[in-house]
């Protein structure tokens, strides 16, 4: 599965537990406006931590946190290919 | 107007000295009240002559309508019971009961003794010739199934940080938090004490609206936990604030929260403050940096500070006076220090928070009992036994996670679509019987779970 589709797969998960209504989940959508609460975006990132093994925001010192649904995908598909970059054997 | 000496003028007679309350007000997302109008007239329809010297309960639906009556009732009302906007309906009668409540002021039209309205249209009334008195303040803490603490406050312990602050006139108060919650009152106090406005939020509103709202307003001095202002700087309407000063409490304020509001908003002196329901405004740190001096504990002051067994102790004149009911234990100790249950680190020259005592969660600023979760969890046919924990989030600070013990010796692989079923079946019952912050964001099943020797769950300290 890629990240992208872990993403949206927990979004759905985490959505599917309440009986609100929600907008599509595009690009563009923007993440604190998107029916997902603080406490809903936070479970949202544990359990990709579970899933994924890693916490793109854990460090988000000065970087500007995500805004929509594509810079918090962004965040993770940076992680993998940064990690991806680092587990490379070096010559 | 007949005041007892010794007696500490309530808010309206502070108010009323100031004398500029024209232009200041109370803004709520749905309407607004000047001071100066609420200082001619009441809120309560003419009716606080009737609750003088009583033990009124403040339980409205809208937080300006309970801003409104707050200033009212202080120095008329002998004891002014605040129920918070989660209060479960079921813990209402018990909470009457135990503060000995002879009054109520709603905007719900509740039942009760005898049931006063408030509401925002302020009536004209006549000055009206009350004796004054010093009111007790009773405060709520997010607390556990059995029932809140009640903790009893007075406008000098809620005050006694603001007094002697030099206080500047153009402020204009935001905050995250519920007024009707120590945080939140403490921004109100600051605003009305502190000849500022204030900007209330509203649970109804999305976060953009409120920041627009707040830009529009003015807000130069917003008050929030660490979730709330990462909430913040996730909202594209970040931009519409542009406030001079940000403070932070309720939770850890950690280094990447304070670097983040630092490089967003340079242009705001950034302060994270420790305070509780019962230990009152602790201290404002101000140097940008996680934890405080370990200097503070030493230095001389109007706050004391201890730390013994490795938590925070404190010692002021703003600290809670007592429980309601003399609950379960003293609130201070033989010399006055308030145990906080937060367990610090010395690292060099600064104390850092490592989290609560006894495992207490605190989610978003909100507490969580890992035993009432635990109990949760345990009501499943499948459940051995179970811990509740911490798990720091990036997010929210630290979120609610379990580990579970399954009866017989179940295939704990993570390929069994057994246990997948399983964790969904604990967590909808969580969901049913859990508010949301204490419903588990992950479940682990276990083989083993560790007990000390006493026997109990080996709760890992923060």
Sequence with gaps: MSVRADVISQILQIRGNTKKEFPPLTDDLVLVDSGLDSLAIAILVTRLEDTLGFDPFAEFDDASPPVTLGDFIQCYENAVKLSAVDSRPTV | MKMPSNCLPSIRDQLCKASDSSGRFLWSAAASVS???????????????????????????????????????????ARLIICPPDLPAEHLHSVMARGGVDAVVSDQGLGGPLCVTCSLTITPVKSEQVERRLTEWVLLTSGTTGGSKMLIHDLRSLTAAIDGLNLETDVVWGTFYDIRRFG???????????????????????????????????????????????????????????????????????????????????????????????????????????????????????????????????????????????????????????????????RGDRYYFLGRRNGVINVGGLKVYPEEVEGVINRHPAVQMSMVRSRRNSIT??????????????????????????????????????????????????????????????????
């Design chain 2, 35 to 77: 001071l100066g109008d609420l200082l001619r007239g009441s809120s309560l329809g003419g009716r606080l002559p009737g609750l003088l010297g009583r033990s009124v309960l403040l339980a409205t639906q809208d937080q300006l309508a309970a801003a409104l009556a707050l200033v009212e009732l202080d120095g008329v009302a």
């Design chain 2, 184 to 346: 939140g009152l403490q921004i109100l106090l600051r605003a009305l004490l502190g000849r500022g406005s204030l900007v209330l939020s509203s649970a109804a509103e999305s976060v953009g609206d409120h920041l627009l709202r707040l830009g529009a307003l003015g807000a130069t001095h917003i008050s929030g936990t660490p979730s709330h202002w990462r909430r913040v700087l996730m909202s594209p309407q970040a931009r519409a604030i542009a406030p001079r000063y940000i403070r932070l409490s309720g939770e850890i304020a950690d280094q990447a929260i304070l670097n983040s509001l630092h490089s967003f908003y340079p242009q705001a002196a950034i302060a994270h403050a420790f305070a509780s329901t019962e230990a009152g405004l602790g201290f404002e740190v101000n140097d940008g940096l996680e934890g405080f001096p370990a200097s503070m504990v030493s230095a001389r002051g109007k706050v004391a500070i201890k730390i013994e067994d490795n938590s925070l102790r404190i010692r002021s004149a703003r600290t809670a006076l007592r429980y309601v009911d003399g609950e379960d234990q003293a609130l201070a100790d033989k010399e006055g220090f308030v145990d906080t249950g937060d367990i610090v680190e010395l």
């Design chain 2, 397 to 462: 600070g630290s979120l609610v996670s379990a580990d579970v013990v399954l009866k017989g010796e179940p295939d704990l692989s993570s390929a069994n679509n057994q246990i997948a079923d399983l964790k969904r079946e604990i967590l909808q019952i969580c969901r049913e019987s859990l508010a949301a912050h204490k419903v588990p964001a992950s479940i682990r099943c276990v083989s083993v779970l560790e007990l000390a020797a006493a026997g109990k769950l080996a709760r890992h300290r923060a």
